[in-house]
Structure formats: C-alpha cells, structure tokens
C-alpha cells in the first residue's frame, strides 16, 4: 500500500463494519482477517491493471478452500467516479477483460470447474487458474448494499464458497445475508440467484438487468 491509501482503506473497512453492508462474511472476513484490501487509481482505464493482476496472483497462494474464514480481496479506484450504474458496469467490465487478456498473455488456462461462457448460470470469472464471483461497489449504486463511496471490486474464491456449501454453511451465511439485505433496502435483491440459476456474471456490478442482458466479456483463447 503506497503513502495516501490508508484513509481510504479504513473508510471501506469502516463501510464493511457498518450496518449498511448486510454481507456478514464479509464482516468476518475483515475481523478475522481474511480480506485484503489494495488501492488503484482509476476503474476507467488500464493504468493498474498489471499491478492488479500482480496482487491478485499473490492473493490466490495464500487462499485456504478449506478455511472457516471467508478470504477475498477488494480493490478500490478512488480517482475516478463513473456517473450511473450503465457506466460503472462498463468499467467493470472492461477491468475484468483486461485482466482476462493479461492472463491469456501470460500463458493461464481458465478454471477448469466452472464455465467460460458468461451467459451461462455456472460461469465465475477466471483469474490466474482460479474461479472468482466478484462484487462490484459504487456511489451510484441503486441498492444500497452495494452503495460505496468509490467504486471496488470485490474477488470472492468461488472454490471456497463451493467448500462452504459442502459443508452446509453457505445457506445459512446466505440466509442471512438475504434477510439483512431485504431489511435495508425494502426487497430482496431481484438479481440474486444461486449458482447453478440465472446469469451468474449479470450479479457482478449490482444492477438491475433483464433477461436479454447480454455480458460485454469475451474469452480469448491460448496461443497455440
């Protein structure tokens, strides 16, 4: 973390803490440590992309599937504030294909236990071997939840939460995560679904689509 991250840093955490994000892994992960959180400069273009793609490599060596703790990794842009909710998942977007891109250069396969096709119910998004279901977070957000002063990205280990479920203890953490979130927004989030049920890659940047949403990613192949 460079010299001027740290406030911002402790303001997420404080987010995390508070009653308005109803996530409590996310909660658990930040008392037991198991959230790292890096800042970037801006979500709209590709200045720190490498360096993103860099830490999230490291990250992935010191996740435990087998951990009661949930572990993720957040990301925050503080530089530049994409106005609506259709901007921000544009950005989104563009970050995770450019990491795509920066992965296939370097030669990484996609996982191998999820799907590629991000228009399929089993997708996660794949970065260096491993599967991800990521959170996205902005000022323009429309459910509150997901309502952050800049906008993050939040890489949850899609393997890990697979394990929980084996386990039995991903639908009670998600029970009342639901149960929370309805409470502070009035609803249920109508774009939530089970892996497995609905586009999982239209969960990513929290806004409301249809069902004709059509995913801005593409898969890039290995050079043979």
């Not at 106005?83 to 990484?108: C, I, K, M």
């Not at 799907?115 to 998004?125: K, L, N, R, T, Y």
């Not at 429309?142 to 990205?153: D, G, I, K, M, Q």
Request: charged share 25%; proline share 6%.
């Amino acid at each position: 973390m460079t010299n001027g991250q740290e406030p911002v840093v402790e303001r997420f955490e404080d987010f995390i803490s508070s009653d308005n994000f109803p996530c409590v892994g996310a909660k658990s992960a930040l008392v037991r440590q198991g959230l790292e959180t890096r800042c970037y400069r801006s979500i709209l273009r590709t200045s720190d992309d490498f360096e993103l793609q860099r830490e999230l490599t490291k990250f992935l060596g010191a996740i435990d599937v087998n951990s009661p703790v949930v572990q993720s990794f957040a990301a925050i842009f503080p530089d530049e504030i994409p106005p609506t909710e259709t901007d921000f998942e544009r950005a989104l977007w563009d970050r995770l294909q450019s990491l795509h891109n920066l992965d296939v250069a370097a030669g990484r396969s996609w996982a191998d236990n999820v799907s590629e096709d991000p228009q399929s119910s089993h997708f996660s998004m794949s970065l260096g071997g491993h599967p991800f279901f990521v959170v996205g977070l902005h000022p323009a957000a429309s459910r509150p939840a997901r309502r952050f002063e800049y906008p993050v990205l939040v890489f949850n280990s899609h393997d890990q939460f697979e394990r929980l479920r084996e386990d039995r203890r991903y639908e009670k953490l998600q029970s009342v995560i639901r149960e929370r979130d309805k409470e502070l927004s009035g609803s249920i989030n109508p774009m939530l679904a089970d892996h497995g049920f609905g586009a999982a890659a239209a969960q990513y940047s929290g806004r409301e689509v249809n069902s004709d949403w059509v995913c801005p990613f593409e898969k890039k192949e290995l050079a043979s």
